[in-house]
Nanobody
């Protein structure tokens, strides 16, 4: 079992930045790939970014590539999502998830554990 807790969401103006954090507890965090997903009202949950167990492989959705950066610190059992140049269309609840895989899956169904989510609102 892995418990995940997100933090760092909030309200920001377009063009601004936020840094989301994901704190993990339970099983060995470094055994898991970590993904960030988001869900806007009335929309399906969508992939944002994922990072493999070592941090050496990162994959981003096209809509955030070049603006968002995913990272992890296995010694601290944390993962982060640095979000720059935010746009109103980035508004959503952001979720951290963990998958016991060596790859970097993009499908929500591949993830075994989820956090409760943190709200990000970008005003125009």
């Amino acid at each position: 079992q892995v418990q995940l807790v997100e933090s760092g969401g909030g309200l920001v103006q377009a063009g601004g930045s936020l840094r989301l954090s994901c704190a993990a507890s339970g099983r060995t965090f470094s055994n898991y790939a970590v993904g960030w997903f988001r869900q806007a009202p009335g929309k399906q949950r969508e992939f944002v970014a994922t990072i493999n167990w070592s941090g050496g492989v990162k994959t981003y959705a096209g809509s955030v590539k070049g603006r968002f950066t995913i990272s992890r610190d296995n010694a601290k059992n944390t993962a982060s999502l640095q979000m720059n140049s935010l746009k109103p269309e980035d508004t959503a609840v952001y979720y951290c998830a963990a998958a016991r895989q060596s790859t970097t899956p993009q499908a929500p169904a591949a993830y075994d554990y989820w956090g409760q989510g943190t709200q990000v609102t970008v005003s125009s």
